[in-house]
């Protein structure tokens, strides 16, 4: 089984996509990705807390 995966630049996966909206800052992009890293350690934390009152 073998998985092809390829590389993909934001700014060519933004054009790939079908919006309206074009003019996304460059801040309005890091404050997205800020956010969505933030619920990704959120999601780490309670994880690893619930694993641990299981425990």
Do not use: H, W
């Not at 073998?2 to 074009?22: Q, R």
């Not at 996304?24 to 009152?53: D, G």
């Amino acid at each position: 089984m073998t998985n092809k995966y390829e590389m993909v630049t934001v700014k060519s996966y933004v054009e790939s996509l079908d919006v309206k909206y074009t003019s996304v800052t460059e801040e309005e992009i890091s404050a997205q990705v800020e956010k969505y890293l933030l619920n990704v350690r959120r999601s780490e934390t309670n994880a690893k807390i619930v694993e641990a009152l299981l425990a």
